[in-house]
C-alpha cells in the first residue's frame, strides 16, 4: 500500500512542476513581449518592421473607436495610463499563471487525497485545466499576430506542448484511477 501512495505523491509533485511551467513559460523562460509596455526583444523587433512598440501615448485611432486600437496586431486600450497598455500577450501570461496557481492548488488537493475516486476526479479537472492552459493564448485570449514576435515564435508553441503533455498525462491518470478503483 505504501507502494501506491508513494505513486500518487509522485504525480502530484509532476502535476506541481506542470503548474509552475505554466507559469513560468509565459514570464521567465519564453516570455511574452507584453510586459512593462513591451520588452527589449519586442520593442527591437516592432522598431525592425517599422511598427511602434508599445509606448506611453494613445495612437489617434484609439481615441476614434472607443479607445480600442489594433496596433501590429496588438490590443491596447486607451487609458492614458502607459502601464495599463499591453499587448494582448501580456493578459495571457497573466491569464497562464492564475492557471498555474489553480493546477499547483487541485496538485495539493490529490497529495493529500485519500479514495480513488477523489483522486480520479481531480486529475480529470486537471485535464480539463490542460485544455483550457491550450486555448487561452491560441483561441480565448491570444497573442500577438506577427510570426517573428517572441510570443508567436516561442511561448504559443511551448504553452500548446506543455497542455498537450499535461492533458496526455491527467486522462492517462484518471483512466488507471478509475481502472484501480472498478478492478
Excluded at 491569464?95 to 492548488?105: K, N, P, R
Aim: aromatic share 8%; net charge neutral.
Amino acid at each position: 500500500m505504501s507502494n501506491i501512495i508513494t505513486k500518487g505523491k509522485a504525480a502530484s509533485l509532476l502535476y506541481i512542476a506542470a503548474g509552475l511551467l505554466y507559469i513560468a513559460v509565459p514570464h521567465v523562460l519564453l516570455p511574452v513581449c507584453g510586459y512593462a509596455g513591451g520588452s527589449v526583444a519586442h520593442q527591437h523587433a516592432a522598431s525592425a518592421h517599422g511598427e511602434r512598440a508599445h509606448g506611453g501615448h494613445t495612437p489617434p485611432a484609439a481615441e476614434q473607436h472607443g479607445g480600442e486600437s489594433s496596433v501590429s496586431g496588438h490590443q491596447e486600450y486607451a487609458t492614458g495610463d502607459s502601464e495599463a497598455e499591453h499587448a494582448v500577450c501580456f493578459w495571457t501570461a497573466k491569464a497562464e499563471a492564475g492557471l498555474g496557481g489553480l493546477v499547483i492548488f487541485a496538485s495539493l488537493l490529490l497529495f493529500f487525497a485519500g479514495s480513488p475516486e477523489q483522486r480520479s476526479g481531480i486529475t480529470l479537472m486537471l485535464a480539463g485545466v490542460a485544455v483550457l492552459g491550450a486555448l487561452i493564448p491560441s483561441e480565448l485570449i491570444g497573442v500577438c499576430r506577427q510570426e517573428s514576435m517572441p510570443c508567436r515564435a516561442g511561448t504559443l508553441p511551448a504553452l500548446l506542448l506543455l497542455s498537450g503533455f499535461f492533458f496526455l498525462f491527467a486522462l492517462s491518470h484518471s483512466v488507471y484511477l478509475i481502472r484501480r478503483r472498478k478492478g
